[in-house]
């Protein structure tokens, strides 16, 4: 039993004649009677009562094509439902990024959000470290972190460049200046997010080389904790450029570079190679990708 086989049926029935479904159906009048027959002899009942001249049902036809109905009516929505994910009227896109490397999807969200508002948005909290395996196990579509992936699986696109700042509350020594050099970051207590990474190492190395102390006297877990921390005037922090781009704009702090510490890093989409993405992942990469070259 075969969707055009059912198709068949349930046109011959709401015509109530094999020729008028043959002509709906685009068929000859024989094609249409065999493919009745075929399915009569599949299921080992008869569908139509043949005495009659109208296309008469018997009971086992009848409860055939309700089921047929119910089937073809799922074809159509099943149908329908592809098409608006790919004419971007429906659909979802999985994103897995840290607490810093959210901060450069923001701009990307809102303009995708203009083109498709249709789009549900779902970005993940991860671990910079997992994100690749997130993606390998397909939890997630796509990726955000600030490193190529040796996963040869995997492909990136670089989307922005940040770099790392110090910042200081507006009351702040360092406030009326737009750099400073580690030696005089020695006297400072440092509030420093508690995840390791590559740039804290970079960043620990640097104050070991310029022989300054690195006082470290508060951890926090979150981006955002530090950043208001720093605005009390409890310390100093360095923190991606991008993550406090807002605060330093409106003059909730300042942001300053340290001579020492040129630390840039770009922030890469990671995706699957081979595999075919959803149309919404689809239009946000591409998104992504045309903002970048803006």
């Not at 159906?25 to 024989?30: E, H, K």
């Not at 607490?99 to 948005?121: A, D, Q, S, W, Y």
């Not at 040129?262 to 993405?277: A, D, G």
Request: proline content about 3%; some cysteine.
């Amino acid at each position: 039993m075969d969707i055009n086989q059912l198709e068949v049926l349930v046109t011959v029935a709401r015509e109530k004649s094999f020729s008028r479904a043959a002509e709906i159906l685009d068929r000859t009048q024989p094609a249409v009677s065999q493919a009745i027959r075929r399915l009569e002899t599949e299921i080992g009942e008869t569908l139509f009562d043949r005495s009659s001249k109208d296309g008469t049902l018997t009971y086992a036809g009848e409860v055939l094509v309700g089921y047929a109905r119910q089937m073809l009516n799922l074809r159509h929505t099943a149908n329908n439902a592809i098409k608006e994910l790919r004419g971007l009227h429906k659909g979802k896109v999985t994103i897995s990024a840290n607490e810093h490397t959210v901060f450069c999807l923001l701009p990307v969200i809102r303009e995708f959000r203009e083109r498709h508002p249709n789009i549900k948005i779902e970005v993940q909290r991860g671990v910079a470290s997992r994100i690749p395996k997130e993606i390998t196990a397909r939890e997630v579509e796509l990726g955000v972190i600030s490193f190529k992936p040796n996963d040869e699986s995997l492909r990136s696109v670089s989307i922005l460049t940040d770099e790392l700042m110090l910042i200081v509350a507006p009351t702040h020594r360092f406030a009326a200046r737009k750099s400073v050099s580690v030696k005089e970051l020695g006297d400072e207590i440092f509030i420093a997010h508690n995840a390791v990474s590559p740039y804290r190492h970079k960043v620990i190395e640097t104050f070991e080389k310029n022989k300054t102390t690195l006082n470290i006297a508060v951890e926090l877990p979150s981006l955002e904790a530090i950043k208001r921390l720093v605005e009390t005037g409890a310390g100093v922090a360095l923190v991606p450029k991008l993550a406090a781009k807002v605060e330093t704009a409106n003059g909730q702090l300042v942001g300053l570079s340290v001579a020492e510490m040129k630390f840039e890093r770009k922030l890469n989409i990671v995706y699957r190679r081979n595999s075919v993405l959803s149309h919404a992942a689809e239009a946000f990469l591409k998104t992504a990708k045309e903002m970048s070259k803006g």
